[in-house]
C-alpha cells in the first residue's frame, strides 16, 4: 500500500501513528505529497478528487481517504482496539482534535495562499476561537479520556496540540490548559510520537 502524505501534515500524522501503533508500519511506503486548495499539482487528484492528504492507495480496492476512514481501515485491518465499537464520545474527542486541525490548517492557509492585503484578520480569529474553545472544553470535561487506554481520541489530539506548537507557537496554548499540557507532554513521550515530529 501507498501512504500519500506530507510530514507537516496533523492528519497524515494520525495515520502515521496509527501504523507504527498497530505493527503496519511495513506494510505501506509513503509517496511524499505537498500543496494547498490554490495549489493542486503536487496533491493525488487522481485518486482523491478533494485534492486533500493523507491517501492510502490500495492493490485490492479503491483508495481510502480522509484519515477517519484509513484509520478505521488500519484499525480493522490489524485487528487493533483504537476505535472501541460504539464509542461515541472516543469518536467525538477525535473530532475535537480533527477541529482543531481543521482551523489551525485553514489559518496557515489564509497566511499562504491569499495576498496580504485580502487577508482577513476576523476570520482568521474566529478559526482561533474554535481552537479556543476546543482547548477549554478539553480541559475541564475530557481528561479523563485522555487518561485511559490508548485510542484514536487520543491520537488525533495528541497531533492537534503537536501542530498548534509546530504552526502557532506564538499563541501559546498552554495558558489555562496545565492538565492538557502536562498530558501532552507524557503522551509525547511514545516513541510513534517522537518517530513523526512534524517537520516542513
Ligand atoms: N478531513 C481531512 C482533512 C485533510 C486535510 O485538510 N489535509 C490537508 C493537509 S494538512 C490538505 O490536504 N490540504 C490541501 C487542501 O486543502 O487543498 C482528513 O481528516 O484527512
Redesign the pocket.
Known amino acids: 500500500m501507498q501512504l500519500y502524505t506530507?510530514p507537516?501534515?496533523?492528519?497524515?500524522r494520525?495515520v502515521e501513528i496509527v501504523l507504527i501503533e498497530t505493527g503496519q508500519r511495513a506494510d505501506v511506503t509513503d509517496v511524499a505529497?505537498i500543496?494547498?486548495?490554490t495549489d493542486?499539482a503536487g496533491?493525488p487528484t487522481a485518486i482523491n478528487p478533494?485534492?486533500?492528504?493523507?491517501v492510502l492507495a490500495r492493490e485490492d480496492g479503491p483508495a481510502l481517504?480522509?484519515?477517519?476512514v484509513?484509520c478505521r481501515f488500519l484499525n480493522d485491518r490489524a485487528d487493533a482496539d483504537l476505535i472501541p465499537a460504539n464509542a461515541w464520545d472516543i469518536q467525538t474527542l477525535e473530532a475535537i482534535g480533527?477541529g482543531i486541525?481543521?482551523a489551525a490548517?485553514l489559518m496557515v492557509?489564509e497566511g499562504r495562499s491569499r495576498p496580504e492585503d485580502k487577508q482577513h484578520s476576523p476570520w482568521v480569529e474566529g478559526q482561533w476561537a474554535k481552537i479556543a474553545r476546543s482547548l477549554d472544553a478539553l480541559e475541564s470535561g475530557w481528561m479523563s479520556h485522555l487518561a485511559g487506554p490508548l485510542n484514536i481520541g487520543q491520537i488525533a489530539v495528541a497531533c492537534a496540540l503537536s501542530y498548534l506548537d509546530f504552526r502557532h507557537g506564538d499563541r501559546d496554548w498552554r495558558a489555562g490548559h496545565t492538565e492538557l499540557a502536562n498530558w501532552h507532554a507524557a503522551f509525547s513521550e511514545r516513541s510513534s510520537m517522537q518517530d513523526t515530529a512534524p517537520q516542513t
Open positions: 506530507n507537516a501534515s496533523p492528519f497524515c494520525k505529497s500543496g494547498h486548495p493542486s496533491m478533494i485534492g486533500k492528504i493523507p481517504f480522509d484519515s477517519r484509513i480533527d486541525c481543521d490548517v492557509y
